[in-house]
């Protein structure tokens, strides 16, 4: 009988070890989907300031990476958004070069 109850509290241990990490896991990509909107969000602002909005010749570029940021597709986004601004010699926000040091 020991034997049995002792393979149960293992197995309930592993049980609770893997949920608690799954938990952990839900919790970081929050918390990293957040950040990385963040970016999004910094990264435009950055492209706004410089170059607002023109109504003669309007620039869809940086709105469809914003919008790609909005569906949850952030990486893609990210990256639009960085190329645009190196593209128009624009300088990344203080976030971004700290991120690349």
């Keep these: 009988m020991t034997k049995t109850y002792s393979t149960l509290a293992l197995v309930g241990t592993l049980i609770a070890g893997f949920a608690g990490s799954a938990v952990a896991q839900t919790a970081n990509s929050a ?7 963040d970016r999004c969000s910094a990264l435009y602002a950055q492209w706004s300031k410089y170059n ?14 914003l919008e790609e940021c909005h569906k949850g597709n952030t990486q893609a986004g990210i990256a639009d ?10 300088p990344l926000p203080a976030t971004e070069t700290a991120n690349n040091k």
């Design 31 to 37: 918390n990293n989907a957040a950040s990385e909107s």
């Design 52 to 65: 607002g909005t023109s109504s003669y010749s309007k620039n869809v570029a940086p709105e469809m990476a």
């Design 81 to 90: 958004l960085r190329s645009i601004l190196e593209r128009n010699r624009i």
